[in-house]
């Protein structure tokens, strides 16, 4: 970095639910936008273009509409049929919208816990860079990939991320915040949704709470 200035450089990622990068942009610049990061990355060219070979939609059990597949993001993306987000707002205790958001919740701790395990073994990530941004591009690309290396064979995955590392299985979603210091949020900008991303998050919403429930969700959410 300059000595009088700093630059902040931003990690867009697809993680899976094995704590596997699937995709990383390390090019985005702190100042811009969220949005205008995901649509200038190849990940949101092939999303449009329908290039990312999902499997085709499937009725949930119990339930009539066919639900496409879908990533899943917090407030500061954009709602659309291929990428989930919670219901805004304060909602009341045990309602369909709040244990939607908890179900949602539990699912992002997994990405969560990726970054939190990358900055906690690659410390590097957890203060300034005294680097030139495309220095750091570097860095950061570096570990994503050195991250599923070591996640590749059982022996090094246990190494590198013991398995009382991070809490998966605690009913309560949890963030990382003591290893992520210097990891900060995206920008959140509203936008309106699609009439038929709400249909499919109510969706899942209705599947949550009667055909799929967790035994514990209504004293949480």
Not at 148 to 157: A, G, I, M, P
Not at 187 to 213: G, H, V
């Amino acid at each position: 970095m300059q000595h009088k200035s700093t630059f902040s450089v931003v990690l867009f990622a697809l993680v899976d639910a094995n704590y596997n990068f699937l995709y990383v942009n390390a090019g985005g610049q702190g100042r811009i936008s969220d949005g205008g990061i995901f649509k200038d990355c190849s990940l949101y060219k092939k999303l449009v273009k329908n290039q990312l070979n999902f499997p085709e939609p499937e009725t949930l059990k119990g339930m009539q509409r066919k639900i496409p597949y879908f990533f899943i993001g917090d407030e500061a993306f954009a709602f659309t049929d291929s990428l989930m987000k919670p219901f805004s707002g304060t909602h009341l205790k045990g309602s369909i919208q709040r244990i939607f958001n908890y179900r949602l919740s539990r699912a992002r701790r997994t990405v969560e816990n990726v970054f939190g395990i990358a900055s906690a073994v690659f410390r590097v990530l957890r203060k300034p860079m005294l680097l030139e941004p495309a220095k750091a591009e570097i860095i950061v690309m570096a570990i994503a990939h050195l991250h599923n290396f070591l996640r590749k064979s059982s022996t090094s995955s246990t190494l590198y991320m013991p398995h009382d590392m991070f809490d998966t299985k605690s009913p309560l979603p949890r963030a990382t915040n003591e290893t992520m210091s210097s990891l900060l949020p995206l920008k959140n900008i509203p936008r309106k949704p699609t009439d038929n991303a709400k249909i499919i998050r109510d969706e899942l919403a209705l599947y949550f709470q009667n055909e799929d429930p967790l035994v514990y969700q209504d004293n949480y959410a």
